[in-house]
């Protein structure tokens, strides 16, 4: 069967007669049981999938299908759906099954998408390999002994492998574009307030938003287009109203780009990433369009600022957490303190204890002004600055990541190596604006890089329409 990358071919197909979606779905189940090495999936929802392709190959057949009828997706595990068990990736809440699905949930199913299983991730989406999973590492479908990249790694590697048409992960720091750069695919991480987090596991308030990983462009536009607006079970969704991304994909006019000299300077960079970003901006000019290097002086600070900031809300978060009112509870303790101290200690991961550690250190009394005030004050720089560079320009160009994807347990040692890798993913993130990465190229060793635009607040249809266009452009050279 052919292996379909676009929603548009698999309606076409089955309109045509050429395709059953039960079909297609048995191929996916049979795909995931081929690549179950790659440790994508957490709980595949067979059943449930099959039966749910017989009804909507009837509605698309009768022309009554939603706007994502025969899209086969995956949900990160840490997207609450209904009646099925959500994870985070942790042993804390391993048994935990949702009691109401997540606004994305109820808004995908609305329209049809058939939803296929959860996947893998970092545990409650903290970090960028995908090997701090209770459930164990993720692999690279293009390279077995490499990372997928985090946390959505399993979320990438579905869509990179073929396992599923499209994915919806979380991206927090950089977790839905960094694993589609390391994987080949198209990801995007919506405004903040864009998309309804009702329903989705925190890790830090302030930055969590969902976003779509597809082959394309296009799919990722529908996507959002179903799955972002107001949402009264979310007060920081926001009112505006959602463009129909899907129809407005035609780039109109030449556009205004920045570049961060100092991206391309950073320490680090791997020589074939820097490359690829200069050869984009040189295509880029060669279109026509304007291309010229804005300084943003705070790039040293975007790493330690986001880290401070997030570990601080995440320690908030995870309080919950605690043996009591759910999840898991240690089986030696004796009495209410014990059952915090042992349920958590026992039922939590090393990054995740590390991140409470001091996430509740940066908040404490002695220590609050001079790390979380500090990078609270940071953040609205690095926000005002990127800001202005957006008013001059219709998006910034930079590296997703500095590397290719890297070996697993090559960084697990070193904490701080693995924090510095989200140096490109951040500055959005911090700032609250939309970016997505694309697969534009890969290094001689066939391994999936990618380059990141970041646009304006809620600026998505432009965003995405450029990004469709550039792939267009690179794949016609
Ligand atoms: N790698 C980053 C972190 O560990 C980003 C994670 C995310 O976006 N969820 O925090």
Redesign the pocket.
Known sequence: MEQYTSLSSVQKDIKSGKLQLVELVNKYLERIEDKKHLNAFVEVYAAEARQQAVTVNEKILSGSGGKLAGMVVGIKDLICYQGHKVSAGSKIIENYTSIFSSTVVERLLAEDAIIIGRQNC?EF????SNENSYYGAVKNDADNSKVPG???GGSAVAVQAGLCLASLG???????R?PAAFCGVVGLKPTYGRVSRHGIIA??SS??QVGPITHTVEDAALLMEVIAGPDDYDSTASQLPVPEYSQCLTLSEKKRIAYLPETLSSEGLDPEVKALTEQTIQRLLDEGHSVEPISFPYLDYVVPT??IL?MAEASSNLARYDGVHYGYRSPNAVDLETTYKKSRSEAFGAEVKRRILLGSFVLSAGHYDAFYGKAQRVRRLIREKTDEILENHDFILLPTTPGPAFGIGEKTDDPVT??LA?IF??QA?LAGIPAISLPLGKTNNNLPLGVQFIGKRFGEAELLAFSKYLLDVTKAH
């Open positions: 970092d989406a903290m970090g960028g985090g946390s959505s979380t991206d927090t720091g950089g977790s839905v960094q890790y830090a930055f969590d986001y880290y997030t693995m924090y989200d993913t951040v993130s």
